[in-house]
């Protein structure tokens, strides 16, 4: 059977502003309506023209940025897909609508601070802003990739807030805090989980919650499914630093199988175990990929920190130092994997 497509092409103004607001879990949702106008002359010659209006949903940074940028009246291109919601109104009965979520927008108009060829993507959602100049920060694309946990909240919502596991809940912490600090929008940090049912998922994909164990993992049916979509995550968007927060499900990677797929120069960054980096990773890797070990003996020396939640933990620190320190610190792991050990125990000390 061949693929559906549910694809949605959209060139507008939009009605109003922007409306923004925050989730429980500190996730960015933005709603606004665009119109569309069609014209055409009927049989008597007569010029007519109909408007259209459109329901547009944005999550994550790409709201932020809907929201700082766009306004009433702003002419907008929008790309997403179309999604079908329920509720049930203070009469009892059953209501629906219909929505475009958006993951790709540019805008027309111009502006005093950003190019009038602005684009922005939930793949890579950066802001052409003009960037004022600041002390310790460092323009970097960071891409982080977690695990799913079996811990799952609301029954459907981002993937981002589906997960309340011990390692997601501190990552998540870390994040917001750390865009948060990231006013500039000089670093851009995306996050992409690997999901046993779903495979490889953006934070903002909304996703109903399940209940898949790890021996019936997608990637056991089909082992190429996560690997691939990395490759072009990575290679299309040309990140400066990934870091690998995984558990057992690093095998998803095939990164035995397939002899370490990648061959760019991206530098890779993996917090394991050492059970989980002999069982799972080549044991030559290229120059470029690193791996600092996350297991029993330093989840004993960091205070807060276990076994189950390592991995979270140290992202996590490592974000509170960005936002104290400066985002130079990302940096500093680039040049030296092991830093983050560093930056982690210099956190904790003085916390």
Avoid at 67 to 91: A, P
């Amino acid at each position: 059977m061949a693929r559906g497509v549910n694809k949605v092409i959209l060139i507008g103004n939009a009605g109003a502003d922007p409306e923004l607001r925050y989730t429980p879990g500190g996730t960015a949702v933005s709603n606004f309506s665009i119109a569309t106008n069609e014209n055409w002359t009927n049989s008597s010659g007569e010029r007519q023209e109909r408007t259209e209006w459109h329901r547009i949903v944005v999550w994550g940074r790409l709201a932020e940025i809907c929201n700082r940028y766009l306004h009433k009246g702003s002419k907008v291109y929008i790309e997403g897909k179309l999604q079908t919601r329920s509720w049930e109104g203070q009469d009892g009965l059953k209501r629906y609508t219909t929505e475009v979520v958006a993951h790709d927008m540019q805008m027309f108009d111009s502006h005093s601070d950003i190019g009038t060829d602005s684009s922005y993507g939930n793949e890579v959602p950066q802001p052409r802003v003009t960037p004022k100049p600041q002390a310790a920060t460092t323009d970097m694309k960071i891409l982080v990739i977690s695990s799913c946990s079996e811990r799952q909240g609301n029954d459907y919502a981002p993937a981002a807030e589906l997960y309340k596991g011990y390692n997601h809940t501190p990552l998540m912490e870390g994040l917001r805090e750390v865009r948060k600090c990231n006013q500039s929008g000089q670093t851009t940090i995306d996050l992409f989980i690997v999901s046993t049912k779903y495979g490889l998922i953006c934070e903002r994909d909304v996703i109903a919650r399940y209940n898949v164990e790890p021996e019936d993992a997608i990637w056991n049916q089909n082992p190429d499914c996560v690997y691939q979509k990395l490759r072009d995550i990575i290679e299309n968007n040309q990140y400066d630093l990934v870091f690998f927060l995984l558990g057992q499900d690093v095998k998803a990677l095939q990164l035995r199988e397939k002899s370490f797929w990648y061959s760019g120069k991206t530098d890779l960054i993996f917090l394991l175990s050492p059970t989980n980096r002999r069982d799972y990773l080549p044991p030559d890797l290229p120059s470029n990929i690193q791996v600092v070990e996350a297991g029993l003996k330093l989840a004993n020396e960091l205070e807060g920190a276990d076994t189950y939640n390592l991995r979270g933990f140290l992202f996590k620190k490592l974000c509170e130092a960005a936002c104290r320190e400066g985002f130079h610190v990302f940096e500093e792991v680039k040049q030296n994997p092991q830093q983050i050990l560093k930056i982690a125990r210099r956190v904790c000390n003085r916390s």
